[in-house]
């Protein structure tokens, strides 16, 4: 079945470092693909998403390209911010959405 | 415009006994998705239900748990007989019409459960 791999947390780094979360899928057909990210106490929100191969999904400086080719949707942000410390999950879907297990991020002062 | 309500917040529950956790999708929101989360884990699908449908309960366990979405009013996960191993959060989520279309969920805050 489907199913997301992304890289396991923690991740540590100091505010302003660039941050990369790797994720690749496995997928029958051409689902679209998210980040979600959990921050302290709730719950899930959409980060950004891509429908389609080649797609760039951006939102609040992180951005992730749809790779066809290389079955990736790696998350990217140039310069990370304390706020930005959460959990970050990588998702495909059509009907129903399945998840990574999440890579937890600290950002350092 | 309020977004997906889950209640209760926190539940305790002793072995053996039912757990019934509540969700009331954002307004306009017919589709619901009910994810199970249990720790340093990622979330696991659990059921897929339209009113008064369920449309995917692929993974949902096989005893024990149930989930409806009535006509009129929240949509409930039922767990019988709980066990130290349900202890989990239980997240909600909604949508208006379906991944397909919108490529969206909308979470609550989650309902976490704690078996003694």
């Known amino acids: 079945g489907d199913s997301v791999t992304q890289m396991e947390g923690p991740v540590t780094l100091s505010e302003e470092a660039f941050l990369t979360i790797n994720c690749t899928y496995t997928?029958?057909?051409?689902?679209?693909l998210f980040w979600y990210v959990q921050y302290p106490g709730e719950g899930l929100q959409l980060l950004l998403k891509a429908t389609k191969a080649d797609d760039k999904g951006s939102n609040k400086g992180f951005e992730a390209t749809y790779r066809k080719e290389t079955t990736s949707f790696h998350l990217e942000k140039g310069s990370v911010q304390v706020s930005d410390s959460a959990v970050y999950f990588c998702a495909l879907g059509d009907d129903k959405i399945i998840f990574g297990k999440g890579t937890r991020l600290h950002i350092l002062p | 415009n309020a977004g997906v309500m889950q209640n209760p917040r926190h539940l305790v529950r002793r072995r053996g006994q039912e757990a019934r956790l509540r969700c009331s999708p954002m307004?306009?929101?017919?589709?619901v998705y009910w994810y199970r989360q249990l720790p340093e884990e990622g979330l696991k699908f659990m059921v897929y239900?339209?009113?008064?449908?369920?449309?995917?309960e692929s993974g949902m366990p096989k005893e024990r748990f149930s989930a409806e979405f009535p006509k009129e009013g929240p949509s409930i996960l039922r767990i019988q007989q709980v066990v130290r191993g349900d202890s989990a959060a239980y997240f909600c989520?909604?949508?208006?019409?379906?991944?397909?279309?919108?490529?969206?969920?909308?979470f609550g805050e989650g309902s976490r459960l704690t078996v003694l």
């Open positions: 239900l339209q009113k008064e449908n369920i449309i995917d």
């Open positions: 997928a029958t057909g051409y689902p679209s």
């Open positions: 307004k306009g929101h017919s589709h």
């Open positions: 989520a909604s949508s208006p019409s379906g991944i397909s279309n919108t490529g969206e969920l909308f």
